[in-house]
Every structure is written in structure tokens, then in C-alpha cells.
């Protein structure tokens, strides 16, 4: 059986840690059963290790987007960064500066009016589970209107209207203060909720409240269980049980049989991925196997051929990012969806 690094990325790496041998050598680790699962699954797995200075791992502390920036990009393996000089307070001395060019090249952050991004700023539930539903494509059910014109003015208040989509909210009528939330970040709280990210502190979910380490780590433990980062074949036998994040080239799924989320991180190749014959009743979601060329004269960024090839029995197929070249055409899927600048193959519908 092929070794499978199976994590639960939880903490934030943003400071030089000194190694620590199991969770229970910190000295100040959370009461709550879930973050301790969280934190030791982090720990097992060579996540975290803690604060050197004095051997703690602060659950406490609130999340700042420099800090959320490393955990996204390394969630997802990025390794390109996008061009953030324009942005007035991050510079290329920050220690975060990697991690905040990855975060905008990856679409995770942008920047505001003002040119800035922010990055000391502690980051609020509602505006965490915005990254990560954009991030990990994290949306509740919705239906489809091809004309905006026929979704019905009367929709009743469990459901939301944006665009040439109608979502189901209803799973955040379980929260006492779901008024509280944004209208902006209503899909993307009821993303995270749906997709079992979150299930509130006391019947509420805070949306404006600062979320600290502990419960972003428990959000992560409860989005993505599983990180394939060794090459090899993977099939029904020994493919990892809960959403499976591969972040590594040279994986081949050969009969795939799962009822969780697959997603392909951004570090995954164009060709350096094998999918045949994949049986999921979830969802393929592909941000990685793309390889642009850009030429050193014009700028103009070139694409060769298909940089995933799947064959198999899908629920929805789901490209969410831009220039990926996959072919389906052997896939059936009863959903597909891909952002705008994506060429994608279409297989047929079930």
C-alpha cells in the first residue's frame, strides 16, 4: 500500500516553531475534545509543532489574514505568487509576504479601496468562511436559472437569490443570530455550515466575532480529513475515507470508489495526474494540473493540451480556477460547473 500523509491542517505556521513530540507536551492546549482532536490530528501529522519560546500553541489567539494567508496557500500547495507590489502595506521584508502574493494569486484575498490588504487584521468568522468557501468552493444547494428574469420575486426568506442562482440557506434557521450575518457572506456562512465546516458555539455563529486558532483549526479538521502528498496508486482499496485533498504530482486513482469530496491542489501539474474510472457520488473539484507558458517577449500566456484527463462516474465536476485544459468527454457527471476562462472538455450527462 502506498504511503498516504493524511492530515488535519489546523494552525497557523507563521512563526518558527520548535518541535514538540505529541500535543500533550504544550502546556496550554484548549478543554474543548474538538480542538484537542483537531490539534493533535495537526500535530501527528507534522502541521504543528508550537511556539518555541515557551512551548505553547496559543488556541486563544485570534487569526489574522497573514496568518490565514500561510494556512490557505499551504492547504493548497501554491507555489506561484501573484504581483502585490501595488498593495501599500505588505512588503517584500514581511515575513508574510510569500504567503499573502500566494493568497492573492490563488484568489483567496484581494485587496480594498485603499490598496491595501490588511494583512494585521484579525479575521472574522463570516469573513474566514468567505475565503474558504471561495477557496474549497464551499456553497450550499442552489437552483440554476438560465434567465434571471424567471427566478420568482416571492422567495421565502430560507432562500437566497444571487444572480442566475437561487440558494438554500435553510441550514443557518438552526442559529439563533443568523440575522447578524452580512448579506454579502450569507452564501459563503451557508457554504461552510452545509459542507459540515461549522456547527456553531451555543446554537449561535458569532459571524462577527473574531475566530481564533482553535476554531479555525476545528473549521479546517471538519472541511478537508485527508492530504495525499506521496505519488502512487490509489484505488478503492486504499484511498483515504473523508474529503481528500492530493497535492502532489505523479498520483494515479485507478477505480476510485468514494462518497466524499476530491479536490486537486494547486501544486498538481498539467499531466502529472490519472484519474480512470473514478466512482464518487461527490464532487472532483480541480484548482491545480495547469501549466501555463508565458512568453519572455509579449506577455501572452499559452496552454498545451488536456492537463487532467478523467474518465469515470461523477456527481458534479467542478473547475474553479481559470485556465485549466481538462477533458471529461469519458465522464458522466450529473453536475458540471467551471469559471469563466476555463476550457474544459464537456463529458455527458447522466
Excluded at 487584521?121 to 469573513?127: A, D, H, L, S
Excluded at 479538521?221 to 492530504?227: H, M, Q, S, T, V
Excluded at 464532487?283 to 506577455?299: E, L, N, S, Y
Aim: glycine residues 6%; aromatic residues 10%; proline residues 5%.
Amino acid at each position: 500500500m502506498n504511503k498516504i500523509k493524511i492530515s488535519a491542517l489546523a494552525l497557523s505556521l507563521a512563526l518558527t516553531f520548535a518541535p514538540v513530540a505529541q500535543a500533550a507536551d504544550f502546556t496550554d492546549m484548549p478543554t474543548d475534545p474538538r480542538a484537542v482532536t483537531a490539534i493533535e490530528n495537526a500535530v501527528k501529522n507534522g502541521l504543528i509543532s508550537g511556539y518555541a519560546e515557551d512551548n505553547t500553541v496559543r488556541p486563544d489567539n485570534n487569526i489574522k489574514r497573514s496568518e490565514m494567508a500561510v494556512i490557505i496557500s499551504q492547504a493548497c500547495k501554491v507555489t506561484k505568487e501573484g504581483d502585490i507590489s501595488k498593495f501599500v502595506d505588505v512588503s517584500e521584508d514581511d515575513w508574510f509576504y510569500s504567503a499573502m502574493a500566494k493568497a492573492y494569486e490563488m484568489g483567496a484575498f484581494a485587496g480594498d479601496d485603499k490598496n491595501q490588504m490588511n494583512p494585521n487584521n484579525n479575521i472574522t468568522f463570516q469573513e474566514c468562511f468567505t475565503v474558504l468557501s471561495q477557496v474549497f468552493d464551499l456553497i450550499p444547494k442552489y437552483q440554476y436559472y438560465p434567465r434571471p428574469n424567471e427566478i420568482p420575486a416571492d422567495l421565502p426568506a430560507d432562500k437566497l437569490a444571487i444572480e442566475k442562482r437561487v440558494y438554500d440557506i435553510s441550514c443557518l434557521d438552526a442559529f439563533a443570530d443568523k440575522d447578524q450575518i452580512a448579506s454579502w457572506a450569507l452564501p459563503y456562512v451557508a457554504g461552510v455550515v452545509y459542507r459540515g465546516g461549522w456547527d456553531g458555539i451555543d446554537g449561535n455563529l458569532t459571524p462577527t466575532d473574531y475566530i481564533t486558532r482553535a476554531q479555525f483549526s476545528i473549521v479546517m479538521d471538519n472541511l478537508i480529513k485527508n492530504y495525499i502528498d506521496e505519488p502512487g496508486e490509489y484505488t478503492a482499496e486504499n484511498f483515504p475515507k473523508g474529503t481528500t485533498m492530493i497535492r502532489c504530482n505523479g498520483v494515479v486513482l485507478n477505480d476510485v470508489e468514494t462518497d466524499s469530496d476530491i479536490y486537486v491542489g494547486d501544486s498538481v501539474e498539467a499531466g502529472h495526474l490519472t484519474v480512470n474510472n473514478i466512482n464518487t457520488t461527490a464532487r472532483f473539484i480541480v484548482r491545480g494540473c495547469t501549466t501555463p507558458i508565458k512568453d519572455p517577449d509579449t506577455g501572452v500566456l499559452t496552454y498545451g493540451d488536456e492537463g487532467l484527463v478523467v474518465t469515470g462516474s461523477i456527481n458534479e465536476y467542478r473547475v474553479i480556477r481559470p485556465y485549466i485544459n481538462s477533458n471529461i468527454s469519458g465522464a458522466t457527471y450529473d453536475v458540471f460547473y467551471s469559471i469563466p476562462k476555463t476550457f474544459t472538455s464537456l463529458g455527458r450527462i447522466n
